[in-house]
T-cell receptor
Framework: NAGVTQTPKFRILKIGQSMTLQCTQD?????MYWYRQDPGMGLKLIYY???????DKGEVPNGYNVSRSTTEDFPLRLELAAPSQTSVYFC??????????????FGPGTRLTVT | AQKVTQAQTEISVVEKEDVTLDCVYE???????LFWYKQPPSGELVFLIR??????QNEISGRYSWNFQKSTSSFNFTITASQVVDSAVYFC???????????FGQGTTLQVKP
């Protein structure tokens, strides 16, 4: 299993440009998440999905969009990039069984700089 | 609202010392989960442990141990005989409800000096 994969690893954007961060998991997990990590801080939830076709906002959704057309893929779209979106982005997935939730598996992260 | 507080921003110890990382959480839910993750200098997030709110047993895994106390809303992490490879940022996190969303603390940076 590759686990959770993210592309690209690094990206520099100019203000106003747009891009899509890709995330794929091969563990057949229903739940997927996007977090951002600013320097010296913990991770904050941007968007999440509880299954294909179902997404919802997290704590810091402004400036982002997501879609979940398949169980495996959960891309994050940045529209009109701003310097405040300079951060490290992590995608994660997890599963639930018997009403219990289990740990999230994280991708390696995408380091994004907006200048 | 849920909240996780890691009051220790940075800790520095000498190799072989024991060190405890504190985590205090706030929640109104009776069913919830607590986690610890390690983020080494390479940047990835490594899962260490998960605890259910209804399981207050402490856990030991090699040099790592965790103390979960609902009475004080704490889930502390102790590394015994620390090693240089333990140098990392450690995050405590909480989730509840039916989405699995994680609320992270701000992290504790542990530096273990040789």
């Amino acid at each position: 299993n590759a686990g959770v994969t993210q592309t690209p690893k690094f990206r520099i954007l100019k203000i106003g440009q747009s891009m899509t961060l890709q995330c794929t998991q091969d563990m057949n997990h229903n739940y997927m998440y996007w977090y951002r990590q600013d320097p010296g801080m913990g991770l904050k939830l941007i968007y999440y999905s509880v299954g294909a076709g179902i997404t919802d906002k997290g704590e810091v959704p402004n400036g982002y969009n997501v879609s979940r057309s398949t169980t495996e893929d959960f891309p994050l779209r940045l529209e009109l990039a701003a310097p405040s979106q300079t951060s490290v982005y992590f995608c994660a997935s997890s599963y639930s069984s018997g009403g219990l939730f289990y740990e999230q598996y994280f991708g390696p992260g995408t380091r994004l700089t907006v200048t | 609202a849920q909240k996780v507080t890691q009051a220790q921003t940075e800790i520095s110890v000498v190799e072989k010392e024991d060190v405890t990382l504190d985590c205090v959480y706030e929640t109104r839910d009776t069913t919830y989960y607590l986690f610890w993750y390690k983020q080494p200098p390479s940047g990835e997030l490594v899962f260490l442990i998960r605890r259910n709110s209804f399981d207050e047993q402490n856990e030991i895994s090699g040099r790592y141990s965790w103390n979960f106390q609902k009475s004080t809303s704490s889930f502390n992490f102790t590394i015994t005989a620390s090693q240089v490879v333990d140098s990392a940022v450690y995050f405590c996190a909480h989730s509840s409800g039916n989405t699995g969303k994680l609320i992270f603390g701000q992290g504790t940076t542990l530096q273990v000096k040789p």
